[in-house]
């Protein structure tokens, strides 16, 4: 250990005693600051300079000057200098570079899937020009309606596989690193897609192409996630970055030599650790507060996430005011399966036909009549007639289908409309919010439960029906507790022991099932007291403390304070003490609780979602990668469905679940369609019923509570909900 100075520009210079700090925190720029004093004035420091922070001759940090401010010593004769320097990492020179080609005037988009096809007899999938190799991670999608090929388990969405037994543009696929072949029994339908790319090789492109002539070189960049689609439109290469290691559960820095690390959390090990008798850090602190806790997690998701709650409701010839089972939250389409045009019409009481322009009534149609004045008698309003004789635009009307024609014995005064009644199809119409838009055919408002038709429109008759899609207020909201911890607290402090809090994920593209992972994973986190644990070291008692940095995971020992196991270093600042040596203080955060840290990371990374999209100058406000399910994963049921009725069990191996594991539920409607279900006691709150037709398929998804229990973990993927 020597004694601490700093490096300007190539220049050693000497820092004012006690000046020099470098701060360091997780998910923060480091910065570092000093006060340096030049006696004649002729060393003069510039932004951009290189800037290291000096223990004797080790290099404990590395950045670029951000700022100077330059002051006199005297006022008569102002020679000497003295410079308060500030220095910014490496990482900031990725906050300057954009994702904007000016070249050719583009944004990167990254994506290279391939389209597939699925060979049940050989278990081989086809994708021409694929490039995998033997021990390649994958993911798949299917077109939308479409299913991913039938295997034990089911292929799903937002899995990663391996590739295994390639050759040519055929290949199998596994669920681990050399596992076995996936039994294929089904090839699916619709357009399938094979992912291809990863988050480090973005990462690698983003670098070289996005961030050239920065001084910055790939260090070590390992593949990360399966990404199916990314864009970046105008962001930082560092906001890039930052999105590629969410969704694959890595941390990328700099270091003093300018290299790029992207690396999995679990790699990312501290360089020493502490024991109760090490010798190497004093003034040992633990910290305990439950200002962070909270045990009862609510998610709001998109909407898009969500299928849409429909009700139907019969017309009756005189109702025009309906009323929802929930308050809606927003309406997404109101349709009749009745529907009127309108077309002016004289008639001829000589020959008993009326002349409609343009008509699109046929023979034995529906029509009504009604006029600004008189009807032709003996026509009257609101009366049920039928077309017959249609020619052209000429027709005749019957009181009954195939009936006589009707003597029309006046022309009537007035202008004269048929209505033609449309029916068989259902027919969108326009809404809109009730008191402030005008000439809809409905009207609702938010919060409330009633739908209202226009009164200029045709009211519904008794043969017509109105279908309402909607979304009722609060059903975008996933929650998520932990009941235990919950009664434990209660115990501890009376009170109810329910801790919640709200987190908006309706920006991120998250998922129901990964909102409730999520929000599982955060309670896991924060549903207990944190401890936070703070020390100091130097490089006297301990050499290695120029390496310590946020984000490394260090082991700490202290019978002392009866602390054990993995904590996260969350701060490192380091300080000039009078001149002599560099002081570390480290704050680290308790991993005990939730089985350490590293099983944690690992459990957060299952499931990523594999979509980003980042526009420049709008904060990522959090996590752009999804923590999720990870596709189906868990358990599997399949059942076709042939009786008229089918009760509804787990299989054997999750008829006693633990909390927090998850089930998939497929169920295949026969050819012959129609097929009722009910759920067994195993099962709670699973009243959602199944799609009737033919040939249809409805998956469901439950997740395991601490009863036991399956519920449904949200909405079903699909499925109908029947008010």
């Known amino acids: 250990m020597g004694l601490p100075s700093v490096k300007i520009g190539g220049t050693v210079r000497d820092a004012k005693r006690a000046t020099l700090r470098v701060n360091l925190k997780l998910g923060e720029r480091a910065s570092a600051e000093a006060l340096i004093d030049s006696l004649d004035g002729l060393w003069r420091p510039a932004v951009g300079n290189l800037f290291e922070a000096l223990d004797g001759a080790d290099v404990v940090w590395t950045g670029s000057v951000d700022s100077i401010v330059e002051t006199s010593f005297t006022e008569g004769a102002p020679t000497g200098r003295r410079y308060s320097v500030a220095a910014v990492s490496w990482e900031q020179r990725l906050d300057k570079r954009l994702t904007y080609d000016s070249a ?36 798949l999608k299917t077109s939308e309606g479409g299913t991913l090929p039938w295997g034990t388990p089911p292929l799903a969405a937002n899995t990663d596989y391996w590739v295994r037994d390639v050759s040519g543009g055929t290949f199998k696929l596994a669920l681990t690193l050399g ?38 070189t790939p260090a070590d960049i390992d593949l990360g996630a399966v990404v199916d689609k990314a864009i970046f439109d105008c962001a930082s290469v560092a906001e890039a970055l930052s999105e590629l290691a969410t969704l694959s559960n890595y941390v990328w820095w700099i270091d003093n030599d300018k290299g790029l690390h992207f ?22 602190s633990v910290r305990t507060t439950r200002e962070e806790v909270f045990n009862d997690g609510l998610m709001r998701v998109n909407w898009s996430q969500f299928p849409v709650t429909e009700e139907r409701f019969a017309g009756d010839g005189a109702t025009r005011n309906w009323i929802l089972a929930h308050r809606a939250a927003q309406i997404s389409y109101i349709r009749v399966n009745e529907h009127t045009e309108q077309f ?79 029916s068989g199809d259902w027919y969108e119409q326009t809404f809109g919010e009730d008191g402030v838009e005008a000439d809809k055919d409905f009207y609702w408002a938010l919060g409330e439960t009633g739908i209202r038709q226009d009164n200029s429109r045709e009211v519904l008759a008794a043969t017509a029906s109105l279908a309402v899609g909607y979304h009722p207020l609060g059903s975008n909201i996933v929650s998520c507790e932990d009941g235990a911890a919950i009664t434990a607290r209660a115990g501890a402090e009376g009170g109810s022991g329910r801790y919640t809090r709200c987190f908006d994920r309706t920006d991120t593209g998250e998922g129901q099932i990964q909102a409730y992972d999520r929000a599982q994973a955060l309670i896991a986190i924060y549903k207990l007291n944190a401890r936070q644990t703070a020390y100091e070291t130097d490089m006297l008692i301990e050499a290695l403390a120029k390496n310590l940095r946020p984000g490394q995971l260090q082991g700490i020992v202290n019978s002392y304070f009866n602390i054990t196991g993995g904590w996260l270093i969350d701060e490192v600042q380091i300080e000039d003490v009078g001149g002599q040596w560099l002081k570390f203080t480290v704050k680290a955060l308790d991993g005990t609780y939730l089985g350490g840290w590293l099983e944690f990371f690992r459990d957060l990374a299952r499931g990523r979602a594999g979509v980003i999209t980042l526009t420049g100058n709008v904060g990522t406000g959090g996590s752009g990668g999804s923590s999720g399910a990870g596709g189906y994963g868990g358990y599997y049921a399949n059942h076709l469905l042939t009786a008229p009725t089918t009760e509804i069990e787990p299989p054997p191996e999750a008829l006693s679940p633990l909390e927090g594991e998850r089930l998939t539920i497929c169920l295949l409607q026969d050819g012959t369609g129609g097929r009722l279900i009910t759920w067994s006691a195993h099962f709670r709150g699973a009243s959602i019923e199944i799609l009737p037709d033919a040939g249809t398929l409805s998956t469901f998804q439950f997740i395991a509570r601490a009863d036991a229990k399956w519920y449904p973990a949200g909405m079903p993927v699909t499925g109908v909900i029947v008010t």
């Open 104 to 139: 050719t005037g583009t944004i990167p988009c990254y994506t290279r899937n391939y389209t597939f096809t699925a060979n049940p007899a050989t278990d081989y999938l086809t994708a021409p020009g694929h490039g995998r190799s033997n021990g390649d991670m994958v993911r």
């Open 179 to 216: 596992g076995a072949a996936i039994d294929i029994t089904d090839a699916g339908d619709g357009i399938h897609k094979l992912i291809t790319y990863r988050a480090g090789e973005i990462a690698a492109d983003l670098l070289t192409n996005y961030a050239g002539s920065e001084g910055i």
């Open 263 to 284: 690396v999995a959390r679990t790699v990312n090990a501290a360089p020493f650790d502490l024991a109760s008798i090490g010798g190497n850090n004093r003034h040992l």
């Open 344 to 422: 002016v019409f004289t008639a001829n009481p000589a020959t008993d036909l009326l002349t409609a322009a343009g008509h699109t009534a046929v023979n034995g149609q529906k029509v009504r009549v009604k006029t600004t004045g008189t009807l032709p008698a003996p026509l009257t309003a609101l009366t049920d007639y039928y077309a017959r004789d249609v020619s052209g635009d000429d027709l005749k009307l019957a009181y009954i289908p195939g009936g006589n024609a009707i003597n029309i014995t006046t022309a009537g005064t007035g202008t004269h409309t048929l209505i033609v009644t449309q």
